[in-house]
C-alpha cells in the first residue's frame, strides 16, 4: 500500500476531525462497559507490556476495566484488521506499534489501510534499538564498524527476529546509509537471533536494550550505538548511530489507535488520561526500566509521526527489495 505523502498526512489529520460529527455527547458518560484493548504480539512481548501498563492506568482513571486482547501474527496485521472492522463507538482500542507503519509497505495485499482505518489516539513511548556485536568483531566504534564491514564485504551476518521486523529495517537503513554489505539473516523471533549472536554464528544485531546488561558488564556483547537521535539517559555511555551517520534514527514506538469515527469526545478524553498516566512518575520509571522514554502526543500530533513513518520505511523496503516471509 502505497500513498503519496500530502495523502499521508491529509488522512492522518482528518482521522482526528471526523468523529467530531458523530460524538457529540457520548464521552459524558464513557466508559459505561469494559474496553477491549487490542494487541497484535503475545502476552509478555513489549506491544503487551505497554499496553497493560496503560490499560491499569486507565482502568483505575476512568473505572471500567480494560481488557488486554493479545491477537498475535502475521507480524501484527491480524490485531490491526481486527482494530480496523471494529464499531467505532470507544470500546475498541488498538496498541500501534512501529510494525503498522512497516507493514503498510512490506505487505502489498492488505484487508485494511492503516491511516484511513484506525484514528491516532495518543502515543505512548519511543525507545532505541541497540547495534550489537559479537566480541569477535575488532570493532570498538561505529567508524571501526563500519570500516570492517566494507574490508569484508558480504562476509558479516546480521541477524533479527524476523523480515520486516524493526530490528530488520533499522539494520537495512545503517546498511544504505553506511554503504556496507551485510547478509540478513532472519530468525522466527528475537531470542534465538539474541542466542546465536552471544555464541557468534551471527556478527551483529539491532535489538531493544531491555535485559542486555548483564551481556554487556560479562562482555558477552559490545554496544557499539543506540538508533534514537538522542542518548539514552538509561545507556548514557553508548552513543548513537546519528554521532557518525548523521540523520540516521530508527526508534522503536508505540502508541494507542481506535477506529475510525470513533466520537472526537472520547479520543480526546483518552488522550488527555493517557497523557497524564505518561507524566506519572511511577509510569515514568516503568518505561526507563523498559528502555523507553515517555512520548505524549496529541491525536494530530501522533497521526503525522504514524505517517512520517510509513513515508520513511517505504523508502526503505523499496530500495531493499524487501519481501514479507
Known amino acids: 500500500m502505497t500513498l503519496p505523502r500530502r495523502q499521508f498526512l491529509h488522512l ?37 507490556i505497554f499496553a497493560r501498563l496503560l490499560g491499569d492506568w486507565l482502568s483505575e482513571r476512568l473505572g471500567r476495566p480494560f481488557v488486554i486482547d ?24 488498538l496498541l500501534a506499534p512501529t510494525s503498522a507503519a512497516i507493514n503498510a509497505t512490506l505487505y502489498e495485499k492488505l484487508n485494511y489501510n492503516f491511516i484511513r482505518d484506525i484514528a491516532p489516539v495518543a502515543a505512548i513511548a519511543r525507545g532505541p534499538q541497540v547495534l550489537l556485536v559479537n566480541p569477535s568483531v575488532p570493532a570498538e566504534t561505529i567508524p571501526e564498524f563500519i570500516a570492517y564491514a566494507k574490508a ?25 546509509m553506511a554503504g556496507v554489505d551485510l547478509v540478513h539473516v532472519p530468525y522466527r523471533s528475537g531470542a534465538p537471533a539474541q542466542t546465536d549472536l552471544i555464541g557468534g554464528q551471527v556478527q551483529l544485531m539491532f535489538l531493544s536494550p531491555v535485559g542486555l546488561l548483564e551481556y554487556l558488564q560479562a562482555g558477552k556483547l559490545r554496544a557499539l550505538g543506540l538508533t534514537t537521535a538522542a ?26 489507535g481506535a477506529p475510525t469515527n470513533t466520537p472526537a469526545e472520547i479520543v480526546n478524553q483518552l488522550n488527555a488520561q493517557i497523557n497524564a498516566g505518561l507524566a506519572d512518575r511511577k509510569t515514568k520509571a516503568r518505561l526507563a526500566d523498559l528502555g523507553a522514554t515517555a512520548l505524549a502526543l496529541s491525536p494530530p500530533e501522533f497521526g503525522r509521526l504514524i505517517a ?9 523496503i523499496r530500495a531493499a527489495n524487501i519481501k514479507p516471509e
Open 12 to 48: 492522518a489529520a482528518g482521522a482526528a476531525i471526523l468523529p467530531v460529527l458523530s460524538g457529540v455527547g457520548w464521552a459524558q458518560a464513557y466508559p459505561t462497559r469494559p474496553v477491549r484493548f487490542i494487541v497484535g504480539a503475545a502476552a509478555g512481548s513489549s506491544p503487551d
Open 231 to 256: 542518548r539514552s539517559d538509561a545507556l548514557p555511555h553508548i552513543p548513537t548511530v546519528g554521532d557518525y551517520l548523521p540523520g540516521y534514527e530508527a526508534s522503536a514506538w508505540w502508541g494507542i
Open 70 to 93: 493479545n491477537r498475535p501474527g502475521a507480524g501484527g496485521n491480524i490485531a490491526f484488521e481486527v482494530a480496523a472492522r471494529s464499531p467505532p463507538d470507544g470500546y475498541t482500542l
Open 152 to 176: 569484508n564485504p558480504g562476509k558479516l551476518s546480521m541477524a533479527s527476529a524476523g523480515i520486516g521486523t524493526p530490528g530488520h529495517l533499522a539494520g537495512e537503513l545503517f546498511k544504505q
Open 308 to 316: 512520517g513513518e510509513i513515508e520513511k520505511w517505504g523508502k526503505v
